[in-house]
């Protein structure tokens, strides 16, 4: 009543239950209405989540004023307001700011507006530092009968929720049980910290897509360092199925020939400048995917609201790269449809227009599918090239213009695709272009052509001319393999995409524009 308020924020992070894990405090500022606060709270970045933020403010009663932030009791404190958004709403901002307005909550209802809170965000020195190391292994097991192993590294980082998040898989080295493979390049963003343990394993490529794992190293950064620095070998082991089993150690070893250390130009460095990445969408509409009017169908529409597997495809992925796109209008294409009154299509505007594919929102996106499903007829065959050709000449245009974008295709299909060596070309081609592709299988069919299309299987692409391919831009998964899992595989594949990203603007030498 007699002086102003004292106020103090607090900043919690949403989990996917909807509880809120408390991740830090500001300093409490004294007699201000209008407080900017000292204080930065750090937390990781993570493209690939949606990660949602909540602040809660509180007037700190003047009693308390000698007690450490961390302590204070906040039912004693008196509540001012809240504001909630998402982490990638602030990284995309051109400023890096964002303003929200703060609400107060009475019995489950908003009440009166109570200000704005001002929220910047900020780069940690640390996620500029890029890693880049040499890794060589001696003495592999042999998983081959007829040749030596096709060993290739797998890298990825633990994660709250379970299942492991790949960040970087190297190149496939024929017939040899001592391989050095090209240098590993790894932002610290992408694995968290220094400390972050990475599994490192070493797999023999099979063509079958069934890879055999010859053994793994659990190392981090830190530890990876110590090892080149005393250039001494880890042992590689493979992990018992019993509890009451040690690990079988392996005569194998990994060695880190060569790390080294560097601040270079980071993902989100070019979003603030401005770069964007456009989303696109292509869905399979052939006729294995059963009628859309039957329960059994993949398309079929559950009265409930429960989501099909094209549909949480389609959310996965649009969810997380809304923010990356400011007008928020996403091309979205059908494929293997017969339109009313017309020829079979390979691609086809999904919201049936003839001019104009783009939708909008990811709402436009789901309207668009849910409605193409009740004017075109299923049919057939599988074929890419058509949709990938499409994607290219936009990306094409683009580059051409010198526009600082990026395109991201989801293709979204249940079955094996009938044109493999066109869309093998179609590949190629635009693998010099500005995007990539994100290839979902739902569905029980075998797709193990498609683990072709994936380099990250095997061997970079070959096109009918005997043209290699100068980057993998193809991710696939099979959405079956989702279900069990909290975090959905999609977002795995999503983590894969800063990458990709960076390793095309490092070719053309493209910086951010300021």
């Known amino acids: 009543m007699l002086s102003k308020s004292d106020p103090m924020a607090v900043v919690y992070a949403k989990r996917r239950d909807g509880t809120l894990e408390e991740i830090g405090r500001t300093e409490v500022v004294l007699n201000s209405l209008n407080p900017i606060w000292v204080a930065k709270i750090e937390l990781t970045f993570h493209f690939e989540l949606l990660q949602p933020l ?23 404190q008196q509540f001012l307001g809240e504001a909630s958004c998402f982490l990638s709403e602030v990284a995309t901002k051109p400023n890096r ?63 709250e929720a379970g299942p492991l998040i790949p960040v970087y898989k190297t190149e496939v080295i024929k017939n040899d049980l001592n391989p050095t493979w090209k240098p590993v390049i790894i932002n610290l963003q992408q694995v968290g910290s220094k400390d972050t343990l990475l599994n490192i394993e070493c797999y023999n490529f099979n063509s079958n ?3 055999d794992l010859i053994g793994k190293v659990v190392k981090s950064l830190e530890d990876l360092e110590k090892l080149h620095q005393h250039q001494h070998g880890e042992y590689l082991f493979l992990r018992s199925n019993t509890q009451n089993h040690p690990n079988k150690i392996l ?70 790269l809304q923010f990356y796109d400011t007008d928020k209008r996403f091309l979205a294409w059908g494929f293997g449809a017969r339109p009313i009154d017309g020829p079979v299509s390979h691609c086809f505007n999904l919201n049936g227009s003839t001019h104009h594919p783009e939708v909008d929102g990811v709402q436009g996106i789901m309207a668009a599918y849910a409605s193409a499903l009740h004017n075109v007829s299923l049919a057939g065959p599988t074929l890419f090239g058509p949709v990938i050709n499409t994607a290219a000449a936009l990306a094409g245009r683009s580059l051409a213009n010198n526009q600082q974008k990026y395109f991201v295709l989801l293709i979204i299909t249940d079955g094996v695709i009938t044109d493999l060596q066109e869309t093998k070309d179609a590949l190629v081609k635009a693998s010099d272009l500005p995007l990539s592709i994100l290839i979902v299988g739902v569905g029980g069919a075998d797709f193990k052509e498609m683990e072709i299309l994936d ?60």
């Open 455 to 514: 380099a990250d299987k095997g061997e970079r692409l070959v096109s009918t001319t005997g043209q290699v391919a100068t980057r993998d831009i193809v991710q696939f998964v099979p959405m079956r393999d989702v279900q069990s899992g909290e975090l959905s595989v999609v977002h795995a594949l999503l983590a894969e995409l800063p990458a990709q990203f960076m390793a095309f603007m490092q070719s053309r030498d493209i910086k951010p524009l300021n």
């Open 251 to 320: 005569k194998g070893q990994l060695f880190v020939q060569k790390l080294s250390e560097n601040k270079r130009h980071t993902f989100l460095d070019y979003i603030a400048a401005g770069c964007e990445m456009n989303f696109m969408v292509a869905v399979d509409f052939t006729a294995s995917n059963g009628n859309p009017r039957l329960s059994d169908s993949l398309h079929y529409i559950d009265p409930s609201g429960r989501p099909n597997a094209y549909q949480r495809a389609i959310l996965d992925v649009a969810e997380i």
């Open 97 to 159: 700011s964002l303003i929200l307005k703060l609400d107060h909550k009475e019995h489950g209802k908003r009440s009166q507006k109570l200000g704005e809170l001002t929220v910047r965000a900020e780069e940690c020195f640390s996620s500029k530092m890029m890693f880049e190391i040499i890794f060589h292994c001696a003495n592999l097991d042999n998983k081959d009968f007829f040749s030596k192993s096709d060993p290739f590294l797998v890298i990825s980082r633990t994660t």
């Open 54 to 76: 909540v602040f809660k403010l509180y007037d700190v009663d003047s009693q308390f004023h000698n007690v450490p932030e961390k302590t204070l009791k906040l039912d004693e």
């Open 209 to 211: 897509g069934k890879h």
